[in-house]
Each structure stands twice: as C-alpha cells, then as structure tokens.
C-alpha cells in the first residue's frame, strides 16, 4: 500500500510498505481521511518526544473497516470508525482512574505505532480493548470525524483546567486548537471568551468560531483589553493554545484571584523553562495545570458533540488533500494559509 513515511526528521516519504494484515483481536480499517496536525509538523520538522522512526504519521483518523482479526471483536466490515490514539493497557494506576492518556503502557497510533497517513490502518486489539474505535454517528461525515481527537484533547484539558460558565476565559493562540477551544467553551455557555493572535492571516480567519471578543496582539495591548473586558479584574482561566504564548505575554498579571493558567500547547525545549513569581502564586491563589492528548472517553464525546450539532467544524477545514500533497498541506499549514488540510484521497 501507499504511505507517508517518516525516516528521520525532515525525511517524509511517499513510499509502497507492506499492506497491514490485520492483528489478532484487532482491525484493518481502509483509510478515508486523515488530518494533519501542528504536532505531525512539530514531528516533521524536529521529532517529539513519543515518536519513534521510521514512522507512519497520522492520529487524527477515520476510516471503514476493511478486515477484523481472529477473536470475539464487536465491530464488522464495512463499519464507519474513529479512531482515538491512544493504546492503553486499561489495568494501570492512571488508567483505573480514567487518566488512559497518562497510562503507564501508553502506545499512541502516528508516534509508536503506525497512523493514518496510508491506505490501511492497522489498529491492535489493545485499541478494540479500550474503547479507542468509536463508530461515527450517521449524520458525521469522515472528515467531520477526524476532528474527534483534536476535540478530544480540547475537551481534555478544559476538564483539568475547570472551564466554568460563569468564567472568563483568555485563549491564546487561533489556530485550529484555539477556535475548537473557542467553540467548545461556546458550547458550554462560558461567559465571555477572549481569543487573541497575531497572525492576521488566523484573525480573519478565526472570525467564525465566534468568540466574545477578537484581540490582535500585534496591534492591541493584551493587558489593556483583558482589564476592560473584565472590569480590571483579569480572566479567570488562560488557554495557551500556541507555543510562544507562555513566555510571549506577562500570563500571570491577567489573571483573576484564584485563576488557572492551562498549558495545553507543547514549548519548544529552548521555551519551556518558565520565571514565575510563587508569591504571586500563594497570595492569589493561582493554579497551573499541564494537559496532553486525550482519553478515549473524551473522543467519544466529541464525536456526540458534533454528531448533536453543538459545533460545526466544517469551516475549519481550508484543503483537502491527495496522500501524495502532503509536503504542499505541510507547508500550507506553516505558513498559516490554512486551518486544517485533510488527506481525503489515498
Ligand atoms: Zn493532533
Ligand atoms: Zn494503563
């Protein structure tokens, strides 16, 4: 079959590999679309942390069944699946807990295993297992449900970072990430919902998540505009959607008493060392929380979020692409041409 290959960072290859035969327990699914995301390019351009090469990138995926292993599996040919990435072992301390993301055995399709940029795709029977294959709801189309993930750890880290109604929240960054943020913080009628870039390029783009307020950094002072959207209080919860927003804006001076700062975005390793005054921690009681990836629960709802018309994400997607264009989707996105490019045709 036809896949995209990462040999080493920088060396993604349109290449012929094996056609994958479908594991005990587990299924083949015949890819319909894959998304690429800013950490497939964060891979592509300088690895990550879980990735191991040569790789078939790929984690935001949906696809029919083609093929199921041999053992008692609840799904058929022909059936219509998101797939959620991550491969949990379902016994561990973290898992028991429903933190499957944080799990102890964690494989995740795209980084340890083979994903979604290729023609097939074979999940494991630790993904049947653990809930990861989700049957996409009738009235979702493939691409729709590729969004599931991204939602997925939107969904995430609004849970650990405990988005409220009655919030205020700061989202900074509007790339795809932070309009899903946006939209699900919509959704679940957060008060008022800062969202602020300097891209202008993403700021007219971002106009239709509808946030309560657009704010254009390079132009607005960011301290300013949060004062007066908040009465001088600060907001009660930051979203860093972006890679440079933590050390780019002064975070903590935003912030309301008892306000939580989310750190949703990976920092390049030359950025990931913060100065933070810990007074200003203990007198305002301010709470910082990490959030990565998602659960396979959370890829679920997203799906029934969508499914239920509470967010429409079909604006978001600026390309779709052939398996072949994937440098051509690559470079769309790094420049900021685009929201989301999806592969559709294999
Ligand atoms: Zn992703
Ligand atoms: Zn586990």
């Known amino acids: 079959?036809?896949?995209a290959l990462l040999e080493s960072p920088g060396q993604l290859v349109i290449s012929q590999v094996l056609d994958p035969e479908p594991p005990?327990?587990?299924l083949v699914v015949k890819v319909e679309a894959c998304s690429i995301c800013a950490t497939d390019i964060k891979m592509f351009r300088h690895g990550q942390r879980d990735l191991i090469y040569p790789r078939?990138?790929?984690h935001e995926v949906a696809g029919v069944v083609t093929e199921t292993g041999t053992g008692d599996i609840p799904f058929r040919s022909g059936e219509r699946?998101?797939?959620a990435p991550g491969i949990t072992c379902g016994k561990c301390p973290a898992c028991q807990q429903g933190a499957s993301n944080q799990c102890d055995h964690i494989g995740i399709l795209g980084f340890t295993?083979?994903?979604g940029f290729a023609q097939y795709l074979a999940v494991p029977?630790?993904?049947?297992?653990c809930g990861a294959v989700n049957l996409i709801p009738s009235g979702l189309t493939f691409v729709e449900a590729t969004f599931a993930e991204p939602l997925a750890c939107c969904l995430n880290s609004q849970e650990l970072v405990r988005l409220d109604s009655k919030d205020a929240v700061l989202i900074l960054g509007a790339g795809p990430m932070g309009c899903l943020h946006t939209m699900l913080a919509r959704a679940k009628g957060v008060r008022k919902i800062l969202l602020a870039e300097r891209s202008l390029k993403r700021l007219m783009m971002s106009i239709t998540a509808e946030p309560s307020r657009l704010i254009n950094v390079s132009k607005e002072n960011l301290k300013e505009v949060v004062k007066e959207e908040t009465e001088g209080r600060g907001v009660d919860v930051i979203m860093l959607a972006c890679p440079d927003s933590a050390i780019d804006y002064p975070i903590l001076e935003l912030l309301a008493p008892r306000g939580r700062v989310c750190?949703?975005?990976g920092l390049p390793p030359e950025k990931s060392q913060?100065?933070?005054d810990a007074n200003f921690l203990h007198y305002r009681e301010i709470t910082l929380v990490g959030a990565y990836g998602c659960t396979a629960d959370q890829n679920r709802v997203a799906l029934e979020l969508m499914a239920s018309g509470q967010l429409n994400v079909n604006w978001l997607v600026t390309k779709r692409i052939l398996l072949e264009a994937i440098h051509e989707g690559i470079g769309c996105l790094m420049e900021h041409s685009g929201m989301k490019v999806v592969v559709t045709e294999f």
């Open 56 to 58: 078939i990138l790929g």
């Open 24 to 26: 005990l327990k587990g």
């Open 1 to 3: 079959m036809k896949a």
């Open 274 to 276: 913060l100065h933070l």
């Open 81 to 83: 699946v998101q797939i």
């Open 263 to 265: 750190f949703f975005s």
């Open 113 to 115: 295993h083979h994903g």
């Open 125 to 129: 029977a630790e993904s049947v297992a």
